[in-house]
């Protein structure tokens, strides 16, 4: 059997294969990771087989959901998967197009390396088998933005299967509790993405734009583990951190990076599972639970009003909050799978099975990209947790918001705070100031190293906590300044002169004599209604600790 040769052809490290194994292309059997088609854009189905939905007998109202994933994730690499096209967001309609692309007669697909690292880092780092044989195969079907007629993937044997994604779901009236769950991913694949298609409604025609035919795309398949749509929300931001942390995907869902389409059916508990739905293209983690939850309420609607789920696929409207039909899947289509003639069987070793003088340029080694893998998002949340004593649900968020991590880990590095006033500052305060004026942390007016002076300012008791946040609000305005500048010139500085705060706190005594009776008579309220009423008369320039310590010498006077 003849193994195949990588050879080296352009820059973006790209290599075509020659020496085809013909017998391994059409060896018998059922191989690893092998699966049906569906509709067109449609993989596989990440679901077990269907069975027609029962109609609930009476009384019964308790449903159980299965939602399944089938996740594209953009690869970041310079080129495409088949040819040395360069990949650019937005740039002019089919300026990006090589002859390979527009499937002209006589081209020949080049594997990119760069593609295949990819798959093979992504894979470890979900904990997959990686197959050193994995196959390309032809999915036929006709679509104008796809020039060839089919779509080169990996049918029957993909580069990587059985592996699993851990995730954590906050729950609770505050969400202060969290919930670690894991969903099983069936397998990652290789395959090209095709073009688009504009359909402009005011000239009743259709624009194609082949800039994005044959970009390379990673299908990760997530098993039916989930249960409503916040899980798989859930699921997809963590995969995306996981992405972006190894550098195989920018996984920028509102450029398109990352796509998912959902699976979801209803059934009673310990009844076959309910006909299932998909939902296309959804581009966002809020739309892909806004989805899948108005689509798990829609099935039950339906089954309890005595109707019937069809077998269809859906698009989600986010104007309207709903999923509306897109086509049904009753007349199953043939995607006519066939080996991919122009490429061979991949080959990939690991240091037992890497052949003597092999040249490293021509080969991948798995065991060298696994001590390649950069420190995963699970990992660094650890981290924060016994580094600074956070809580999980804080390790979550500060990894969940773009950017955030990085913000804080300046901050502590630039003020003398203690980890927990920064963590509460900037997951509370700091980013109800971005989510108010719908800002990401990027567009943030204040900077790490403001936040910190102020935060340092507050430390050493120069500032209360009330002038802090005045201080960051002005901040927020008047961008130049520094938190030190605005104290000075707003007068925010706590007040040191005793006398001064010792006759405040007898004038307010004087002025409040109802409150300094409910004291005396024991109400424990009433020290802190005078406390703020000092405060205030001091324009928050008073420290509440040095207060009370005056009033109550005052007041046992």
């Known amino acids: 059997m003849a193994a195949p040769v990588l050879r080296w052809c352009c820059p973006g490290r790209r290599w075509a294969l ?34 027609t939905a029962q109609k609930p007998r009476k009384g019964e109202h308790k449903w159980e959901a299965v939602v399944g994933l089938e996740i594209h994730a953009q690869i970041s690499s310079k080129s495409k998967l088949f040819s040395g096209s360069q990949v650019h967001f937005a740039a002019p309609p089919n300026s990006l197009v ?40 032809r999915k036929h079907y006709f679509y104008a933005d796809l020039p060839a007629g089919y779509q080169i993937t990996q049918q029957r044997l993909p580069i990587a299967v059985n592996g699993s994604l851990a995730y954590s779901v906050c729950v609770g009236k505050k969400r202060s509790q969290v919930i670690n769950k894991t969903v099983r991913i069936k397998q990652i694949q290789l395959e090209q993405d095709s073009g688009k298609s504009l359909h402009d409604d005011l000239r009743s025609q259709t624009l194609i734009d082949l800039n994005r035919a044959g ?37 920028n869902m509102a450029e398109g990076q990352l796509r998912v389409d959902a699976n979801v059916s209803v ?125 999980p ?6 990894l969940n918001e773009v950017g955030l991590l990085e913000f804080f880990q300046n901050v502590i590095k630039e003020t003398r705070a203690e980890p927990k006033k920064v963590t509460s500052w900037v997951l ?62 707003k007068r925010l500085e706590l007040m040191r002169d005793e006398d001064a705060l010792e006759q405040l706190c007898q004038a307010t005594l004087e002025e409040h004599p109802q409150v300094v009776m409910d004291m005396k008579k024991g109400n424990p309220r009433a020290i802190n209604k005078l406390i703020g009423l000092v405060r205030k008369a001091s324009l928050n320039r008073a420290d509440p600790t040095v207060i009370k310590e005056i009033l109550e010498k005052q007041l046992s006077s």
């Open 18 to 51: 020659a020496c085809v194994d013909r017998g391994s292309v059409h060896g018998r059997g059922a191989p690893t990771g092998s699966r049906s088609g569906g509709k067109r854009g449609q993989s596989s189905v990440a679901q077990q087989p269907l069975i």
């Open 98 to 137: 090589s002859f390979f692309d527009a499937s002209l007669p006589g081209t020949l697909p080049v594997l990119n390396r760069r593609c295949v690292e990819a798959a093979v880092m992504t894979g470890l780092a979900l904990n997959c088998h990686i197959n050193k044989k994995s196959l390309f195969d």
């Open 215 to 251: 970009v390379g795309l990673l299908e990760v398949v997530l098993e039916p583990d989930m249960s409503c749509g916040e899980e798989a929300a859930t699921a997809v931001r963590e995969l995306q951190l996981i992405l972006q942390a190894l550098g195989t995907s920018q996984a």
């Open 267 to 391: 059934h009673q508990p310990g009844e076959p599972l309910g006909v299932r739905t998909e939902v296309k293209n959804l581009n966002s983690a809020r739309f892909l639970a806004k989805a899948i939850d108005y689509e798990i309420q829609r099935q039950i609607k339906e089954l309890e009003n005595g109707g019937e789920i069809l077998n269809e696929t859906r698009s989600f409207d986010y104007k309207l909050g709903c999923t509306v039909p897109m086509r049904d899947k009753e007349g199953k289509q043939d995607y006519r799978f066939i080996p991919e003639p122009n490429l061979p069987p991949l080959l990939l070793y690991d240091s037992a099975s890497l052949p003597a003088g092999a040249d490293p340029q021509q080969v991948i080694n798995i065991d060298q990209i696994r001590e390649q893998l950069p420190e995963l998002p699970s990992v660094t949340r650890e981290k924060l947790i016994q580094q600074y004593g956070m809580l």
């Open 393 to 398: 649900e804080h390790s979550l968020t500060l």
């Open 428 to 489: 509370n305060t700091f980013l109800g100031f971005l989510k108010q004026q719908n800002l990401a942390v990027s567009e943030s007016p204040v900077t790490p190293s403001a936040l910190a002076e102020l935060l340092s300012l507050l430390d050493r008791k120069a500032i209360s906590s009330a002038a802090a946040k005045q201080v960051l609000e002005e901040l927020w305005r008047s961008e130049g300044k520094t938190p030190a500048q605005i104290v000075s010139e």
